[in-house]
């Protein structure tokens, strides 16, 4: 005989009413591991999650990429220090925090290559010496999750 947990149910009841078959819940999960580069950490979190914790990492990464692809600025690069100051995500129970702590690593690693890549002029520095500033409060953030985070 089997036996159902809470997420269980949540996860039928998804495929019966969205139509989502468990194969794409599970690609969706590699896709988003994949995104954030396996750690072991991660893996463990990613596959207790349902399917609308997992949408939402992706979604958030997505999102954040697209913006970063289309308006590498100084705004741009300040908005990603929003998604680890939510209270909301900080005191979740389920380590979304934490997969949004490495989804934010991995945008500001893209984040910094889109810079590199742009000419080297006054504005750059400008933008540059800005970033610096915003890593600087950040670094002095009560929160010891975005001080580590300012710090990398």
């Given at each position: 005989m089997f036996s159902f947990d809470g997420s269980c149910i949540v996860i039928l009841f998804l495929i019966v009413q969205e139509g989502i078959k468990a194969s794409e819940?599970?690609?969706?999960?590699?896709?988003?591991?994949?995104?954030l580069d396996h750690p072991q950490t991660m893996t463990r979190l990613v596959n207790s999650y349902n399917y609308p914790i997992v949408m939402y990492l992706m979604s958030v990464y997505n999102l954040e990429l697209l913006r970063l692809q289309q308006c590498p600025?100084?705004?741009?690069?300040?908005?990603?220090?929003?998604?680890?100051?939510?209270?909301?995500?900080?005191?979740?129970?389920?380590?979304?925090?934490?997969?949004?702590?490495?989804?934010?690593?991995?945008?500001?690693?893209?984040?910094?290559?889109?810079?590199?890549a742009q000419p080297k002029d006054k504005e750059r520095d400008k933008n540059l010496?800005?970033?610096?500033?915003?890593?600087?409060?950040?670094?002095?953030?009560?929160?010891k999750n975005i001080r580590k985070h300012a710090d990398t």
């Open positions: 819940i599970q690609e969706l999960k590699g896709q988003l591991l994949a995104m600025s100084v705004e741009t690069f300040n908005k990603q220090f929003d998604y680890m100051e939510d209270r909301a995500i900080q005191v979740d129970k389920n380590g979304i925090y934490d997969c949004i702590l490495a989804i934010e690593t991995k945008l500001f690693s893209e984040f910094c290559s889109s810079l590199a010496e800005v970033i610096a500033v915003i890593l600087l409060i950040e670094f002095n953030n009560p929160n």
